[in-house]
């Protein structure tokens, strides 16, 4: 889970071969050399690379790098002083991670200023080593990602807001917040028994951005055995964190199985999944639930599990208004852990622009014995197989922050699970919201049902104590092994709440 060049163009006179850039890192063009830049280039650089024989990354690394442990590679720093854009008065900055550890792909970087391109060069002078001996001036080790700073909480201070390390990966904070849940540029085959391929970013260019304004844009090309593609990123800092994402992805072979806008967390334990675990703490997760706006305009909440065995769940859709892996508890008591602040984790919400036809909202929730490792995975899948030598354009906006999704129902902020009466399993639902306010207990209804077993003794009561609603019931189980539960409050036929999904196995 913690994996992860230019051309001719009819729209742009770029000089430089795609070989050269993809497979010559950092050698032939100096420091200050620049050569023309049009970003529909780098679309039509991805297209190119899909008509050619997959080539991997250059990997080649000295063994004192690629046979590090975590804590060397942490040690392994970037210095400040040689950030992109320092001392210039711009509103951003750009720093480098160093090849290592898991992070053995070379990344190739550019600067983008006025329509040329400039390569970012390799230097061991950038980087503070620790313990590891500091590689001779003329290496030639490369960069394995790179991260953008903003005075985000303070004005005399540049945050560190988004990174780009590893595979396809990325991940970003709002204002006053921690690093949690990552992104994807694509995932292929997730959740398939022979194994997941993962495509990797190979080149960046970073556009220069211009003083007073409050974003910056980041182009990528991605490339996989099965698939090569383009990405634009708009990147927007702040209360809310926003990416505009524009994304052309063009198909080797045939892909049955792809994952856009894809979104990996960690969930360990909570009030409804505390089976086996012996943990001071309330709860551990980065994220603990998929939210859902489907095409009909109907609220989804599903909360997530660390289940026995692989769960996959799929909810069938018509052009999607959003989907997002959501932190919804908001309190330090909830978590009681004065390092890792879960309560300041991120959520993040996929807004697609246009329509993406029919599909699923794919979530898979992976069995996990320690709180490391991402175990959550939820993504789009469109309904037909990505053809061959074909061209698909996926626009889409990446929100980060406290609150995601912008909801129109009182939401099932809390589910908790326990002992029921002879051999039942007990749920407890909080319920929160503006169309609860106001609102005579014995005009809401609550609608319960379950595909197997029986649901007894629903009773909905306000909570006195943190407001809204509490909804308990019981399911008697009848020892399935996998139960679908449905819940929603309403008044008449009128919804109060958004629909609460729940899986339940033993």
């Given at each position: 889970?913690?994996?992860r060049?230019?051309?001719?163009a009819a ?8 070989d ?8 032939a063009q100096?420091?200050?050399?620049t ?6 280039a780098?679309r039509?650089?991805?297209?190119q ?5 997959f080539k991997d ?10 046979d590090?442990?975590y804590?060397a ?6 210095r400040?002083?040689?950030?992109l854009?320092r001392?210039?008065g711009?509103p951003?900055e ?5 090849r290592?550890?898991?992070?053995t ?8 200023n006025?329509?040329r391109?400039?390569?970012?060069v390799?230097?061991p002078n950038?980087?503070?080593?620790g ?6 001036p003329?290496?030639n080790?490369g960069f394995?990602?790179f991260?953008l ?7 005399d201070?540049?945050?560190e807001?988004?990174a780009?390390?590893?595979?396809s990966?990325?991940?970003a904070?709002a204002?006053?917040?921690?690093y949690?849940?990552?992104?994807r540029?694509?995932?292929l085959q997730?959740g398939?028994?022979k194994?997941?391929?993962f495509p ?5 260019w970073l556009?220069?951005?211009r003083p007073?304004?409050?974003s910056?844009v ?9 698939a090569s593609a383009?990405?634009?990123?708009t990147?927007r ?6 990416f ?7 198909p080797?072979?045939e ?6 806008g894809?979104?990996?967390s960690?969930f360990?334990?909570d009030?409804?999944?505390?089976v086996?675990v012996?943990?001071f703490r309330p709860?551990?997760?980065d ?10 305009g109907?609220q989804?909440?599903r909360?997530?599990?660390n289940?026995?065995?692989?769960q996959?769940s799929l ?5 999607p ?8 508890e908001?309190?330090?008591h909830g978590y009681e ?8 984790r991120?959520s993040?919400w996929?807004e ?17 014995n320690?709180e ?12 037909e197989?990505?053809?061959?030598k074909g ?13 995601a999704?912008d909801?129109k129902?009182a939401q ?6 326990g002992?029921?009466?002879e051999?039942?399993?007990?749920f ?11 609102v005579r207990?014995?005009e ?6 379950a595909d197997?077993?029986?649901i007894r003794n ?5 909570n006195?104590?943190a ?8 399911l008697a189980?009848?020892?399935?092994p996998?139960?679908e ?5 309403l008044?008449?036929?009128e919804?109060l709440t ?5 899986r339940?196995?033993?």
């Amino acid at each position: 889970m913690h994996r992860r060049g230019f051309i001719t163009a009819a729209t742009a006179a770029l000089l430089v071969p795609l070989d050269a850039v993809l497979l010559a890192p950092a050698l032939a063009q100096p420091a200050r050399e620049t050569t023309p830049f049009d970003p529909s280039a780098v679309r039509a650089m991805a297209r190119q690379l899909a008509e050619k024989p997959f080539k991997d990354t250059d990997k080649a690394l000295p063994a004192e790098f690629k046979d590090i442990d975590y804590d060397a590679y942490r040690a392994l720093r970037f210095r400040p002083e040689h950030s992109l854009w320092r001392g210039q008065g711009l509103p951003f900055e750009a720093q480098f991670f160093h090849r290592g550890f898991i992070f053995t792909d070379r990344v190739e970087l550019f600067e983008v200023n006025e329509g040329r391109a400039r390569r970012l060069v390799y230097s061991p002078n950038m980087f503070e080593f620790g313990a590891l001996k500091v590689p001779p001036p003329d290496a030639n080790l490369g960069f394995a990602g790179f991260r953008l700073h903003a005075p985000m909480n303070r004005p005399d201070y540049y945050d560190e807001v988004a990174a780009f390390l590893g595979a396809s990966y990325f991940r970003a904070i709002a204002k006053g917040q921690v690093y949690g849940l990552s992104a994807r540029g694509l995932s292929l085959q997730t959740g398939d028994p022979k194994g997941e391929e993962f495509p990797a970013f190979r080149t960046f260019w970073l556009e220069k951005p211009r003083p007073q304004t409050n974003s910056v844009v980041v182009h990528a090309l991605l490339d996989s055995k099965s698939a090569s593609a383009a990405f634009r990123f708009t990147i927007r800092p702040g209360e809310t964190t926003v990416f505009d994402v524009e994304m052309a992805l063009y198909p080797r072979v045939e892909i049955a199985q792809p994952g856009i806008g894809t979104l990996t967390s960690m969930f360990f334990f909570d009030a409804n999944d505390r089976v086996g675990v012996d943990d001071f703490r309330p709860a551990v997760h980065d994220s603990d639930g998929l939210a859902m706006r489907n095409g009909r305009g109907e609220q989804l909440w599903r909360p997530l599990t660390n289940p026995r065995d692989l769960q996959v769940s799929l909810f069938s859709d018509v052009n999607p208004r959003g989907f997002g892996l959501l932190q919804r508890e908001r309190d330090f008591h909830g978590y009681e852990d004065l390092e890792s602040h879960f309560e300041k984790r991120p959520s993040a919400w996929v807004e697609p622009i246009g329509d993406w036809g029919e599909g699923t909202v794919q979530l898979l929730e992976i069995p996990s014995n320690e709180e490391i490792h991402d175990n959550i995975v939820a993504f789009w899948r469109p309904r037909e197989p990505l053809r061959a030598k074909g061209e698909y354009i996926y626009t889409y906006r990446l929100h980060w922050g406290f609150g995601a999704g912008d909801p129109k129902l009182a939401q099932f902020v809390k589910t908790r699970v326990g002992a029921g009466a002879e051999g039942a399993r007990r749920f407890v639902l909080e319920a929160r919201g503006k169309t609860l306010e106001g609102v005579r207990p014995e005009e809401i209804r609550g609608v319960v049902s379950a595909d197997k077993g029986e649901i007894r003794n629903l009773v909905i009561h306000p909570n006195e104590v943190a407001g809204g609603l509490r909804v308990g019931f019981e399911l008697a189980t009848a020892k399935e092994p996998v139960i679908e539960l449905r819940g929603q409050l309403l008044r008449g036929d009128e919804p109060l709440t958004e629909v609460w999904l729940y899986r339940w196995t033993p």
